[in-house]
């Protein structure tokens, strides 16, 4: 963040006010989620301003535990009755071990930058009328607006969302989100500007960047860094919904400025700063915390989405083809948005690597172990089969409708699935998703299901479904 005011001296003086701004054509930082916790998350009002939504990507439409209150999927971020951001007001350097007296005011948010055992700066913020702010992070304080916790790939997991909420076995022994992963603040007035910035407030307001974290001064003397293992971000090149291409992955720091990525997630090097880009989040951009992936969709994009009873009448045009398993010549059947895990008798299920959709058959098996037992079904992904149709060999596995519309990039028929994990949606919706790498560990990037979160596999990643119809 780079603070327009005085610079500092060699000898720099103890206090310094800065001026309203944190960023060249930003506002600067927001937050106080704590006088008005999630007021403006759920408005009572009929007719609100949205200024967009966030989705989780892996999660189906739900967590695997269910979707309760701050903790959930897929959050809509409402202007609030009152503004609750804040900006930048005043900068001090003082004595390490004075910091806790500094920062005693409970009423006062700041940012506090150890740069030594006996040198700290702490920025003072005071209240911004003009924004509201919510905060994301894994602490369920209520200063925190959605609570997200790490998201881990659903692997074999059939139809769900990938599990991480609330049990299951889906949450990482150790968490690698920060309980105050980031803020985002929203512009109060058209054209409701909402902009990212790493790292949180606490309970008592403060964000602290101790010793070891990456930090460094600006070129006019002020201060920004980075948190530990960092919030990336990735707008798309183009439009999401109409030209879908992915950008680059960058770092956003704790000011809102942007970075090339460091050499490793944990770094203290930062990456250098890129100045044509911004923290302004776009239709379609993806947030990153190392640990749960969230996209951002605008109330412009998410007219483009289908909608539950949208996707729901997809599925009954589906059913109502009356698709037959091409061996079997029995009728296959979608099961309902809201069967999850247990895969139905007549569910279709395909080849991945040619895409023709047949009914469960318990035979076929090449790189497999052995067969189940007679009329028990194999999990999904089980090793690989042979088609009979044309004699391909590979996964074998369930196709199950995509009941996320947020992620889907518009409303076209459900003619495409995922590959390897068969979650069905729009060519569109498979070609963008596809090509997207997305954040694993600490330098890693794969394309993933956004449904489920499962890697990619094959050529292009997807597939088109080949069904048969009805003999009759």
Not at 2 to 14: I, Q, R
Not at 342 to 367: E, L
């Amino acid at each position: 963040m780079v603070l327009k005011g005085s610079s500092e001296a060699l000898c720099p003086p103890p206090s310094l006010e800065l001026r309203p701004s944190c960023n060249k054509s930003q506002s600067s930082p927001p937050l106080d989620s704590s006088s008005q916790p999630h007021d403006g998350v759920f408005p009572e009002e009929r007719e609100p301003v949205k200024y967009g939504e966030l989705i989780i990507l892996g999660h189906n439409g739900s967590l695997a535990s269910g979707d309760k209150g701050r903790r959930r999927s897929r959050l809509a971020l409402y202007k609030r009755p009152k503004a609750n951001g804040v900006r930048p007001d005043v900068i001090h350097n003082i004595s390490t071990p004075l910091v806790s007296k500094a920062l005693s005011n409970k009423s006062q948010h700041s940012i506090s930058y150890t740069l030594s055992r006996s040198h700290s700066v702490i920025v003072e913020y005071t209240h911004d009328i003009s924004t509201d702010m919510f905060q994301i992070g894994r602490s369920t304080e209520s200063m925190i607006d959605f609570v997200v916790t790490d998201t881990a790939s659903s692997g074999n997991s059939p139809g769900g969302g990938a599990a991480g909420e609330g049990g299951g076995g889906g949450q990482s022994a150790q968490s690698t989100i920060s309980r105050y992963a980031c803020r985002i603040m929203c512009e109060r007035s058209a054209p409701y500007t909402a902009r990212i910035y790493a790292a949180g407030f606490d309970s008592s307001k403060n964000i602290f960047l101790g010793e070891r974290a990456a930090k460094w001064r600006t070129s006019d003397g002020l201060m920004d860094g980075l948190t530990t293992n960092g919030v990336l971000v990735m707008h798309p090149a183009g439009e999401f919904v109409s030209e879908p291409a992915p950008g680059v992955w960058r770092e956003i720091s704790v000011c809102g400025n942007v970075f090339a990525l460091r050499d490793t997630r944990s770094a203290q090097q930062r990456g250098k700063l890129v100045e044509n880009e911004s923290n302004t989040l776009q239709d379609g951009s993806l947030i990153d915390l190392c640990g749960a992936t969230l996209l951002w969709r605008t109330p412009a994009g998410l007219r483009h989405i289908p909608t539950l009873k949208q996707l729901e009448s997809l599925r009954q045009e589906l059913n109502a083809a009356r698709p037959q398993c091409p061996v079997g010549f029995n009728t296959l059947a979608f099961p309902s948005l809201a069967q999850r895990e247990i895969v139905d008798k007549k569910q279709p299920w395909v080849y991945v690597n040619c895409g023709h959709v047949h009914g469960y058959h318990n035979w076929g098996y090449r790189k497999e172990k052995g067969p189940t037992s007679p009329g028990v079904m194999a999990p999904a992904g089980t090793g690989e089969r042979e088609c009979p149709m044309c004699r391909r060999v590979g996964p074998y596995v369930p196709l199950w409708l995509g009941c996320e519309g947020g992620l889907y990039l518009d409303a076209g028929p459900p003619t495409h699935a995922f590959c390897p994990c068969g979650h069905v949606c729009s060519e569109k919706t498979v070609v963008g998703w596809s090509q997207i790498p997305l954040p694993h560990g600490t330098h890693a990037f794969h394309a993933a299901c956004p449904f489920c979160g499962t890697w990619l596999t094959g050529e292009q990643g997807h597939v088109k479904l080949i069904f048969q119809g009805p003999v009759d």
